[in-house]
């Protein structure tokens, strides 16, 4: 499969549980965004990386996320201490730098907080 | 700060009728694409077209089709002989040179009837 690979589908987890998502880009790919969706809404960009380094983060990221890429290739998100509205699905993106390519999705890791 | 705005929520058409997706964009650049994703009922997000913003012509891909006016900041899509696989959120999005995160509009819920 060469596709971008998102795990997990989905995650339910009771409030104030930490949670890690992973996604896996199309290997040549040296460029990896992540997104939030809610219910009715279009993606919202979160942060984004360029191999390893982040090169940027939104105001919607609060310090409660982090992500990494720690070599390059596959990226986790970790919500610390999650809140209800947290609740969405988050979507990894992958792209080819330099070449203004459109990036390419994964099926998302929906979150579900209780 | 760029902007997309997706004005219809939801739409529907008939199958084999053709149905046009409006999107409006507000922008500051001068160079920069536009795309018209689509996402079906629990499935990923795939590209439908493009459009890079140097370009005069139209995009065209088989049955979909885009409007792009510059001056207007409007990026349209047709969709002709509309058929059942149609039917999927349809999202307008903008991304500067140098691919940049996208910034997306709310979608259009488009439903195929048959």
């Known amino acids: 499969d060469t596709g971008v690979s998102q795990n997990p589908r989905h995650k339910i987890t009771k409030r104030g549980q930490n949670v890690t998502f992973r996604c896996d880009p199309i290997?040549?790919?040296?460029?990896l965004y992540w997104y939030r969706q809610t219910l009715g809404q279009g993606p919202e960009f979160l942060t984004y990386?360029?191999?390893?380094?982040?090169?940027?983060k939104s105001r919607l990221l609060s310090d409660r996320f982090s992500a990494e890429r720690p070599k390059g290739s596959f990226s986790t998100l970790e919500i610390q201490r999650t809140e209800q509205g947290d609740s969405a699905m988050y979507l990894c993106a992958s792209s080819l730098q330099g070449a203004d390519t459109e990036a390419f999705f994964g099926q998302g890791t929906r979150l579900t907080v209780v | 700060a760029q902007t997309v705005t997706q004005s219809q929520p939801e739409m529907s058409v008939q199958e084999a009728e053709t149905v046009t997706l409006s999107c409006t964009y507000d922008t500051s650049e001068n160079n920069y694409y536009l795309f018209w994703y689509k996402q079906p009922p629990s499935r990923q997000m795939i590209l439908v077209i493009r459009?890079?913003?140097?370009?005069?012509q139209n995009a065209t891909e088989n049955r979909f089709s885009v409007n792009f006016q510059k001056a207007a900041k409007s990026f349209s899509l047709k969709i002709s002989d509309s058929q059942l696989g149609d039917t999927a959120m349809y999202f307008c999005?903008?991304?500067?040179?140098?691919?940049?995160?996208?910034?997306f509009g709310k979608g259009t819920r488009l439903s195929v009837i048959a």
């Open positions: 999005a903008f991304m500067k040179q140098g691919n940049t995160p996208l910034v």
């Open positions: 459009q890079e913003a140097y370009k005069q």
């Open positions: 990386f360029q191999n390893e380094a982040q090169l940027e």
């Open positions: 290997s040549e790919h040296n460029r």
